[in-house]
């Protein structure tokens, strides 16, 4: 009896001997895993913070001095977007706002896509605040096609007539000489300078019209944008015409 219960005692002892001890292992969730992809997004460059820090704008591919796509975050939801930003010295400008009368905001990116003498590019982009879907903006070249008309009269002095019509308005002024003589200029030009600006929840775009070839600016042309339902799209509402004072 007692040669069984000491066999019986060692049984004990050499199971307890043979435990293994698992390492626990690290499980990640799936709410896990997506905070850490975003953490690694996160680690692109920044590039510009709206005022409220609701939008925020990552470079994510940068080749020759310009950035070729982006990641857009508005208020912690995030898309890629191909838009090119160049090294002009000038960071976008960011703004959050209802822009569209609904009281929901959305996201406008001002950047600047070329500089130099007598001239300054602009392009905007609109984002739609809740599926970070694109807005069109109506092209300042079709605006300029459809909306506004000038012509341009070399009188017997010298002076130059001008006269611009948009929107059923016209105005004529005088420019007191001809910078470019040995070229007939028939109609202003439109497109060395083109800045968005958003102001008061509207889009606003300065195109001055000019005339010769290195560029004088001879009238302000201010241009405020308006939501249009139907088509989706911000639209021209009102065009403001006036001389550039020399």
Same mark, same amino acid.
């Given at each position: !009896? ?96 209802? %822009? ?29 605040? +809740?599926? %970070?879907? +694109? !807005? ?27 006269? !611009? ?38 889009? !606003? ?29 911000? %639209? ?8 550039? +004072?020399?």
């Amino acid at each position: !009896m007692k040669k069984e219960m000491w066999l019986w005692l060692l049984g004990i002892s050499l199971l307890a001997g043979c435990s293994v001890t698992v390492p626990n292992e690290t499980v990640n969730t799936p709410a896990e895993q997506v905070s850490s992809q975003l953490e690694i997004q996160h680690e692109a460059p920044l590039i510009a913070v709206s005022d409220d820090e609701k939008v925020k704008l990552f470079a994510r591919n940068e080749a020759q001095n310009e950035i070729t796509e982006v990641t857009l975050d508005i208020d912690g939801k995030r898309k890629n977007f191909d838009w090119t930003i160049p090294d002009t010295g000038t960071k976008p400008q960011l703004f959050y706002t209802d %822009l569209t009368n609904d009281h929901k905001e959305e996201a406008a990116i001002i950047i600047q896509t070329g500089r130099g003498t007598g001239l300054n590019h602009y392009e905007i982009h609109v984002v739609n605040g +809740e599926d %970070l879907s +694109e !807005m069109n903006v109506q092209h300042y070249e079709d605006i300029v096609a459809h909306t506004i008309e000038s012509t341009i009269t070399k009188k017997d002095d010298g002076i130059l007539a001008i006269t !611009m019509k948009a929107q059923g308005k016209e105005s004529t002024f005088d420019y007191d000489f001809d910078p470019a003589p040995d070229i007939k200029q028939a109609q202003l030009a439109f497109g060395g300078v083109v800045i968005y600006t958003v102001e008061n929840q509207k889009i !606003m775009l300065n195109i001055p019209g000019s005339i010769g070839i290195s560029p004088i600016y001879v009238a302000d042309v201010r241009i405020t944008y308006q939501f249009n339902r139907t088509n989706n799209e911000f %639209l021209v509402e009102q065009i403001d015409v006036k001389p550039i +004072e020399k």
